[in-house]
């Protein structure tokens, strides 16, 4: 393969690997149902610069290769033509020397009938590709793989809202008015004064930071600073995750208990259990959902199946929904599925007895020139809030 031809090929290798970061960008704030962050959108620009770049690269590269393919093509069929004309039968000959030998070669190149068939009647040493490994650049076929959940299924379904500051209060009443029948005629109403007490919050930073060399950068493909950027934000989304199902389960009101092997009667009533005491402690207000660990699924999938179901409590489970949100659902209920919630464990909650607060910042970047390097950090502010434990009900088995 010619040089122009190796470059070609990791320049559209690269073009290639920075549309499947823009879609990646893309995919995930569509996931997430909201606008690209100032951050993303600084990583969208950048990659889309650098395609740019190099469409621009590539331009006189493909002319001068078509340029050169088209002069071998020729250069053949004009040896094909000399060939045709002059044709003699070759005997069979030793070559005298490593000249001659090398003068078939080019004219075999031509396409020259009689030095092709020279060259056929010497015995020859076959060589392969284990003889020449200094000519056989090494490929790295992107994107790279790297699996990080960073979906945060329980944030995404009670929805991040905007942080106000690092410590506020969230009002919440405790006691409400009164209205009763009156007894009688100008006989006094019922009375009650509201209480509205005030619930502390306090925001968590989250964060993290890699030094990079200045030869990291200038060397990698596909680039290992976007790389590096994505991977910190999927680490921050696998902490922030972790965060809100450890606080809601830490808060959760114990529901029913499940048998080893239950059946689809067994979850279905625990279902409802568990809306009816989320429905009376947040008095409807907000959506029923669930979120279950990865393994109950097994227990629980099999039950639904989703063929035919038009007499069961579930349109059934399909095992391939990961990633897409809800799973499925028993009884109206969506279910979710959280690597970060504890094995055997189900939460069924009204998405107002909790609330997620979040202000994600940008990466931040500093240089070390006396070293080359690039020391980079990302971070954000986060905070789960339980409003009511009684809206979260704790199903296990």
Excluded at 312 to 323: D, H, I, L, R, V
Aim: charged share 20%.
């Amino acid at each position: 393969m010619r040089a122009t031809d190796q470059m070609l090929s990791r320049i559209s290798a690269e073009i290639a690997e920075k549309q499947t970061f823009i879609d990646g960008v893309v995919e995930a704030a569509e996931k997430d149902g909201r606008d690209l962050t100032s951050q993303e959108m600084e990583m969208v620009t950048r990659a889309r610069d650098r395609q740019g770049d190099l469409n621009e690269q590539a331009k006189p590269m493909e002319e001068a290769s078509r340029i050169a393919i088209e002069s071998a093509a020729r250069l053949r069929e004009i040896g094909r033509i000399v060939d045709n004309q002059q044709h003699t039968k070759p005997q069979p000959l030793e070559y005298r020397s490593a000249g001659e030998y090398m003068l078939d070669q080019w004219k075999a190149g031509l396409g020259q009938r009689d030095a092709i068939e020279r060259l056929e009647l010497r015995a020859a040493a076959h060589q392969t590709t284990v003889d020449i490994p200094g000519l056989l650049p090494e490929q790295i076929m992107g994107p790279v793989v790297n699996w990080v959940d960073q979906a945060r299924p329980l944030v995404s379904a009670l929805g991040p809202r905007n942080l106000p500051s690092g410590s506020w209060s969230r009002p919440r009443v405790t006691q409400h008015t009164q209205v009763g029948v009156q007894s009688a005629e100008k006989t006094e109403l019922a009375s009650r004064k509201m209480l509205i007490e005030k619930v502390p919050v306090t925001a968590e930073t989250y964060g993290g930071y890699v030094n990079l060399s200045r030869q990291n950068l200038d060397w990698t493909i596909p680039g290992i600073l976007d790389i590096v950027i994505q991977d910190l934000a999927g680490q921050y989304a696998i902490q922030t995750e972790d965060a809100t199902c450890v606080a809601l389960e830490a808060a959760a009101t114990a529901g029913t208990d499940l048998p080893a092997t239950p059946t689809a009667a067994d979850v279905s009533g625990a279902f409802w259990a568990a809306a009816a005491a989320v429905f009376t402690a947040t008095s409807g207000n907000g959506q029923v959902i669930a979120v279950a660990a990865p393994n109950m699924l097994s227990l629980i999938g099999p039950l639904f199946a989703p063929v035919n179901p038009q007499n069961s409590q579930s349109f059934g489970f399909n095992a391939g929904n990961f990633g897409t949100g809800a799973v499925g659902s028993v009884s109206g209920i969506p279910i979710y599925v959280s690597s970060q919630i504890t094995a055997g464990v189900m939460l069924v909650l009204s998405t107002a007895a909790a609330e997620v607060y979040e202000d994600k910042g940008s990466p931040l970047s500093v240089a070390e020139p006396s070293v080359l390097g690039l020391q980079l950090a990302f971070y954000g502010y986060f905070t789960p809030l339980v409003m009511s434990a009684a809206g979260i009900i704790k199903v296990v088995i």
